[in-house]
């Protein structure tokens, strides 16, 4: 199985902040990695497929970028509503793997 | 607008059996492949199974597989999972999930708790 890593685990930030999470896949993946958001007690929901791709109706300030093994999820300007657990996913092979995911909270 | 709805879950005591159930709309569900996908208490997501349109094509992950069957009937545009021999680590929130040409899953459901405890 592939092994999916984010870095960090959880990190401090102000609205306004530009924040930056990354996921490493344990072998290339080219570009089959999505990035899903998901706030206490709601299911998750996707933001960013294809590793750059905006899924429709989510806001301009999520952008993801990369390939083979290492991508990023960058948030340009947080927002209150982003307050949550981002995870990464890849599609690549079966069975798809999640990162451990990456909790974002208000400094 | 899409919806998926799961129901079933419950409390179950160890070696119990349970059959989840999620109810779509909103969509072609005979167009798409369907997902398994639970979260333990305070733990990242694990992908569980998923179904190919036609039940042709079924996938387990390696903790559950033997135990679990996932199924669909697409007449009620409906998805199933039927849950055997029930352990302490199957205690988690299942999710049912559309799947999108196998690179994305862009729709969940709400959940449903499955609670293994004797």
């Known amino acids: 199985d592939i092994q999916m890593t984010q870095s960090p685990s959880s990190l401090s930030a102000s609205i306004g902040d530009r924040v930056t999470i990354t996921c490493r896949a344990s072998q290339s993946i080219a570009s089959y990695l999505n990035w899903y958001q998901q706030k206490p007690g709601k299911a998750p929901q996707l933001l960013i497929y294809?590793?750059?791709s905006l899924q429709s109706g989510v806001p301009s300030r999520f952008s993801g970028s990369g390939s083979g093994t290492d991508f990023t999820l960058t948030i340009s300007s947080l927002q209150p509503e982003d307050f949550a657990t981002y995870y990464c996913?890849?599609?690549?092979?079966?069975?798809?793997?999640f990162g451990q995911g990456t909790k974002v909270e208000i400094k | 607008q899409v919806q998926l709805v799961e129901s079933g879950g419950g409390l179950v005591k160890p070696g119990g059996s349970l059959r989840l159930s999620c109810a779509t709309s909103?969509?072609?569900?005979?167009?798409?492949?369907m997902n398994w996908i639970r979260q333990a208490p305070g733990k990242g997501l694990e992908w569980v199974s998923y179904i190919s349109t036609s039940s042709s094509h079924t996938n387990y992950a390696d903790s559950v597989k033997g135990r679990f069957t996932i199924s669909r009937d697409n007449a009620k545009n409906s998805l199933y999972l039927q849950m055997n021999s029930l352990r302490a680590e199957d205690t988690a929130i299942y999710y049912c999930?559309?799947?999108?040409?196998?690179?994305?899953?862009?729709?969940w459901g709400q959940g449903t708790l499955v609670t293994v405890s004797s």
């Open positions: 996913q890849q599609t690549y092979s079966t069975p798809q793997t």
């Open positions: 294809a590793t750059s």
């Open positions: 999930a559309r799947d999108y040409s196998g690179d994305k899953t862009d729709y």
């Open positions: 909103g969509f072609t569900f005979s167009d798409y492949y």
